[in-house]
């Protein structure tokens, strides 16, 4: 055989081999859970398989799944249960579900990535993780009426019992100086006015998640971390890492306090639902990472939260020891709980265990789990999937403190800077990237010290990280396999048909120019294409652009990769840069990150404008 | 007593001209600066754009907020509510603000891709906040962020410093200081510009056969009538599209041709600041408001079509005859002069 005869037959069997290979598998990868008010369903929404399994509750069986959009995240029903409406967050729109023929009725538009619906009179509240804002959309006419300005990562909502306000909270912190503490706050609408008209600031508080009222609205707690990203991490055994907290807020506390959920030898983390029973005694919180629910005894909560000053309720958060005071169980569920709902009577909390694909029924009086439903999916766990349930896990680090989840929150990043101790301490101060379209852009971290992934997440993670044994090599490979996999999400700049506006194509010639406007040249080092080359923008190699800091140990930056590089402020190696506009405002004055003063300032946002298209 | 039962049965003119108690409030009175840039209206809110910091007027309350509270500078040029969601931009000299429930977020040429951080003006439109700067005009997409730029590459603007804008569904309008009036049909997305005909900055040769003057103020566009108004330091302009219509100290009821300010009722009737008291125009008489320029005892004077001036007795006077700026709170107003903020109680 010849020697390109073989070739093509070598390329033939690759591609049939590719053919006949089974489509990956789809795990259901419940988030969220809603009860029927008549108690008879259970809706499972399935980020994994794009869908709402719908369950029976008097069998326990699906009786039907519903295809939604891509990667839905929230749902809610309508007060009179009619509807069921439900959050995709890739797709940029809310499936408007029929509950008596379980059909799809319609699709409207939203925001960049609604996460969190609540349907509220003749209106929708959709909070759009990505555009930061909460979308009100007129259900007459399916159309956007405005958008409210919410925090850095809308995600959650929850409505008042009386539907006069609508409480909102984020993933990630405001974008603030750099670093300076981590902030997020709740933002508070008046649904009949449709406007915000509070902000509850959460000091030091940087991914919120679920957010939940009383039932007489006198109550309200969010589930939120808070990082402790200012100081060397250097102090896991002293839970100088993260601390796992609720903002109780509302008449029966007064102002916001932050209230730790942690004990002093173990923690719980993140929180991420939150389901207070009927008659207001005690809140459930999933731990994502903990596999667990926690139980807080709310009489015990707030009679001791009424016994403290003005100077403990602020800094109570960091009270590990305060928890005993109303913690009252751990409830160990399934892998990785998320969403939780309960019954109206209380009797029965459901968990949905993500990473399990399967819903954890708890007795709530004999606080355990007394069934298991299941989601279905793949009947084995590839590798990926395995490495995702580590991802998720907090288990590996001293006390259980944190997992890899913790900083990139739900597979993503965190929006803050970090002092990693590794690099001694007040050294090399690193902004946590996002993780999607990693795989390939070797080497790792700024200054490229971590030639792949496996050293970057092994022996790394575990020295300096975790203090405690970490993952064996089995388990390196999954987490690996796992982190590779992760997709990346639709860019939001870029129109599907990947034709660019006017602004954006201005800027790519800027970004492809090979002349100053005055017309010299520029060297080929000095291009933007020349280290933002490649599939992932990144020639993967280490140059000096004059960003580096006197606290950096040395100059050289590993090129980042720049795909959906709008999404994920702060910029350079340490987070120093704001905004996009910074990176060459303020942080290129010799030109020596790319030739940009030369531009006049409606070029740089030409230039802006295309990179956020990567 | 007299003079005022006599000058209303006396003028018809006069009779169907507002009068106001006006009510006046200074830093003796919790005001933050007594220089007072402009002043909004925002439901039972009041806005002062002040040259130390932005005062809310709220509840028989003031409220101050300056840099410490996260405003982009403490000299306001301009606050501009947005109805729709009850946020407030600011038009600051050291950037943009927005205020949203307490929280201040700035753009500036730095952080964002604002034109310039002297920000003179600002105006909302659906989800695009229009924006006045020394530097051009600038747009921000407030659902994908995107910002845009006008200036004289893009657009007929041969002067570039934008000093008030006005943004309606239709057309937004720009007064460019020194380089007349800019038109942007936001249908067709193309810009147009209007400049004063003779080109003359101290003379009037073709009066009202196009704009007034070419250092331009203040633009008000009348949507629903399709009316230009426009303020310059040489007199004010109407325009229907077709025809313009010019008015000048020496032949219209305005006290002076230096104008900062003029704001629309309608396609008919607007108010204008100027620099020697505030002047209402119902289409065919004005009245003016302000301190006598010379005893500076509170003083009314309404011009008839005719061009006879009557005095009206009156006991109150805005605070200061320079005015900056006027909005409307149902019948009353609020008018921002050098020397404090005063509400107009209409008086029947």
Known sequence: ???????????????????????????????????????????????????????????????????????????????????????????????????????????????????????????????????????????????????????????????????????????????????????????????????????????????????????????????????????????????????????VFGEDVGEVVQVPIDELDRYYTPPFAIAIAPDKSVAYVSTTGSDSVTVIDIGRL????????????????????????????????????????????????????????????????????????????????????????????????FHGHFGCASCHLEATFDGMSWDLEPDGFGKDYVDNRLLEDVGDTGPFKWNGSNPNLETECGPRTEKYFYRSESYDGEQLEDLVSFIKSIPLRPNRYRAATGELTAAQERGKAIFERTRRKNGTPIAVQDQCGYCHSGPHYTNQKLFDVGTGKATDR????????????????????????????????????????????????????????????? | MLAL???????????????????????????????????????????????????LYENGQWKVYRPADGLAHRAVLFVAPDPRTGDVWIATMGGLSRFSAGRFDTYTQLTSGLANDVVYGVSVEGDFIWVATAAGGSRLNTRTGQWSLYNERNTPMYEIWTYAVNATPTKVYYAVWGGGVLEYDVKTERWKDYNDPDGETEIVLYKDQGLIHEVTTSVSYVEKDKILWVATYAGASRYDGRNWKNFLEKDSGLPSNFLNQVKAVDGKRAWFSTDKGLAYYDGENWAVYRPALDTHKPEMLVRDAAGKVTPVATETAPSHNYVLGVDFDGEDLWVATAHGLSHGVRVK
């Open chain 1, 1 to 247: 055989m010849r020697r390109g005869a073989w070739l093509l037959a070598a390329g033939s069997m690759a591609l049939m081999a590719m053919a006949t290979e089974p489509r990956a598998a789809r795990y259901p990868s419940p988030v969220e859970l809603t009860i029927s008010p008549d108690g008879l369903r259970l809706y499972a929404l399935c980020e994994g398989t794009d869908e709402v399994a719908v369950y029976d509750l008097g069998s326990g069986k699906i009786i039907r799944r519903v295809p939604v959009g891509r990667v839905p995240k929230g749902m809610a029903l309508s007060p009179d249960a009619k509807r069921l409406y439900v959050t995709n967050s890739w797709s940029d729109t809310v499936s408007e579900l029929d509950t008596a023929s379980l059909a799809v009725v319609r699709t409207l538009p939203t925001g960049f990535e609604p996460n969190a619906v609540i349907a509220n009179g003749d209106f929708l509240f959709v909070a759009n993780r990505i555009s930061n804002d909460v979308s009100v959309i007129d259900l007459a006419t399916g159309l956007e009426k405005k958008r409210l300005l919410a925090g850095r990562g809308a995600s959650y909502l929850a409505a008042s019992p009386d539907g006069s306000r609508i409480f909102c909270t984020h993933i990630y912190p405001k974008i603030g100086k750099f670093r300076a503490q981590p902030e997020s706050e709740i933002t508070v609408i008046d649904a009949s006015c449709q406007m915000v008209v509070d902000r509850y600031r959460l000091p030091s508080a940087a991914g919120v998640f679920h957010v939940t009222l009383s039932p007489d609205g006198k109550l309200g707690m969010a589930a939120q971390i808070r990082p402790k990203n200012l100081v060397p991490l250097a102090h896991v055994e002293h839970g100088w890492v993260i601390g796992n907290s609720i903002s």
């Open chain 1, 302 to 397: 707030v009679k001791f939260l009424r016994s403290l000053g003005p100077v403990e309720r602020r800094t109570l958060a960091n009270d590990l020891s305060a928890s005993a005071n109303y913690v009252v169980a751990r409830i160990p569920v399934g892998s990785g709980p998320k969403g939780m709902a309960l019954s109206a009577n209380g009797k029965r909390l459901y968990v949905a265990n993500r990473t399990g694909d399967t819903i954890s029924v708890v007795d709530t009086a004999a606080r355990r789990v007394v069934n298991e439903l299941s989601l279905g999916g793949p009947s084995t766990l590839t590798a990926e999937r395995r490495g995702e349930r580590l991802f998720f896990q907090a288990a590996f680090a």
């Open chain 1, 554 to 614: 040395s100059p050289l930056i590993d090129v980042p990769q720049l795909t959906n590089i709008a999404l994920t402020a702060p910029y350079l190696h340490d987070g120093s840069a704001r905004s996009l506009e910074e990176i060459w405002t303020v942080f290129n004055p010799n030109d020596t990150h790319g030739v940009t003063n030369d531009l006049q300032k409606d070029e740089l946002n030409d230039l802006i404008e295309y990179l956020k298209t990567l």
């Open chain 2, 5 to 55: 039962v006599f000058a209303s049965v006396a003028l018809a003119g006069a009779a169907d001209m507002p009068c106001f108690r006006w009510e006046n409030f200074t830093t003796a009175n919790g005001l933050p600066d007594n220089h007072v840039f402009n002043v909004a209206v925002d439901g039972k809110k009041v806005w002062a754009a002040t040259e130390n910091g932005l005062g």
